[in-house]
């Protein structure tokens, strides 16, 4: 991921965006009263960072190269957050309110965002050589130039005001632009990785996912596939505030969500699974009364899967879950040496009944299918290789239709 030490100046960005927008130094000299060689220092200076030129300097003006159109996309998609984010940010005023580059330096946006992250200033802190409070005294001087609280001072210490935690996250959707920004630039000059980080839900279909991930490195050697595992409403933090790119998994997008964005991808189903020979799988025909007699590994309740499995034996006495664990890994494991049971999607389960590890029967009283896809913001932009990626997870569950078989019931 992005280090926090490198966040550009964002008067510099300024000068390059308004230099692709007139198309040359003269004029956004002019345009933002500055001299030209501070112009001009500004674009070498960005140009050194991810090592290839900007722009073509001609005779007629200042014209971006084909990698530095790419470049400008996503700095004038930096500023529209950026400043949006500033407006709101600010008291209501009837006056016109100056540019954000004009009210945050880039030192304050890096400690706005660090100090919002719950549980891990400390270690960004430290990650960097800057002291906690180092860093909130810089935020909190972004409080006089915006004229509104971004933090408050309670029993637990100072936490940040709504308004700053807004402001929070969509600075660091707006950091996330030049993050990719100078990813697809340096990963296009075969120098550096790009990134692309992926939540993946439980039981989201782990075969799939590390097949299209090993298709895509094949395809892009240098760039970098980061693969996070959590709960749906963790993920969907992460997502809204830029920490990762998409989820991957079934699709439950909340009514009030309306900036994400579904793509259906393959329709998955549960399967009871177990060990290849165990007792259930010689009987002709199986019954609730006959998964109940046996032992079951099964997740907290309350979960959707753990839901899933008391539908099962709605109507009479379950059996006693001794064993709770949401841990694939660790589920397995007592499959592997056991006459346990438990229920996964089939997708979670494939490779192994593939290499005959395991066996599966499909689920009475339960013929649900889950849609599963992938989640991303609305307004998200992906590069080149994010793409790539899409196409793979495309290309793998295509004609992927794993609907459960009926059993009597």
């Given amino acids: 991921m992005f280090h926090f030490e490198e966040i550009p100046n964002l008067r510099h960005l300024r000068m390059v965006q308004v230099i692709g927008r007139t198309g040359g130094v003269s004029c956004a000299s002019r345009e933002l009263s500055t001299s030209q060689p501070a112009v001009t220092q500004a674009v070498a200076n960005l140009e050194a960072d991810i090592g290839t030129p900007i ?77 906690p409070a180092s860093l909130f005294r810089s935020a909190r001087t972004l409080e006089r130039s915006l004229g509104r609280p971004l933090f408050d001072r309670t029993a637990q210490g100072v936490i940040p005001t709504p308004t700053g935690q807004t402001l929070a996250r969509e600075l660091r959707r707006a950091l996330r632009e030049i993050e990719m920004a100078r990813g697809e630039i340096l990963l296009a000059s075969g120098r550096e990785s790009l990134e692309i980080t992926v939540g993946a839900l439980p039981m989201a279909g782990s075969h799939d996912l590390a097949l299209a991930t090993y298709a895509f490195t094949q395809a892009y050697p240098q760039a970098k ?143 649900a299918v889950l849609p599963k896809g992938v989640t991303t913001r609305s307004d998200w932009l992906p590069t080149e290789a994010h793409a790539a990626f899409l196409d793979c997870l495309r290309d793998i569950t295509a004609g992927v239709n794993r609907r459960p078989e009926r059993l009597a019931s």
């Avoid at 709605?314 to 499959?335: K, W, Y």
């Fill in 55 to 131: 722009f073509e300097r001609r005779a007629t003006g200042t014209y971006p190269t084909a990698l530095g159109k790419r470049y400008l996309l996503r700095i004038d998609r930096f500023f529209e957050i950026l400043d949006k984010a500033i407006a709101q940010a600010m008291p209501p005023s009837e006056g016109t309110i100056p540019r954000a580059d004009w009210l945050i330096t880039n030192t304050q946006m890096r400690a706005m965002i660090i100090t919002c992250e719950k549980d891990r200033v400390n270690q960004i802190a430290d990650s960097i050589g800057l002291s």
């Fill in 225 to 367: 596939v980061r693969l996070i595992s959590g709960e749906y409403h963790k993920l969907l933090g992460d997502l809204s505030n830029s920490r990762i790119d998409m989820i991957f998994g079934v699709l439950r997008k909340p009514d009030w969500a309306e900036d994400l964005n579904e793509e259906l991808l393959f329709r998955d189903s549960y399967c009871l699974v177990m060990r290849t020979g165990h007792p259930l799988t010689r009987l002709p025909q199986i019954t609730p009364e006959d998964l109940a007699r046996y032992q079951w590994i099964a997740p907290q309740s309350g979960t959707p899967r753990r839901k899933r499995i008391e539908e099962i034996f709605e109507g009479i006495t379950p059996p006693s879950f001794h064993v709770e664990t949401p841990s694939l890994t660790l589920s397995r494991a007592f499959l592997l040496n056991l006459d346990m049971i438990t229920l996964m999607t089939r997708s979670e389960v494939q490779a192994d009944l593939d290499m005959g590890i395991l066996t599966n029967l499909p689920c009475p009283r339960l013929d």
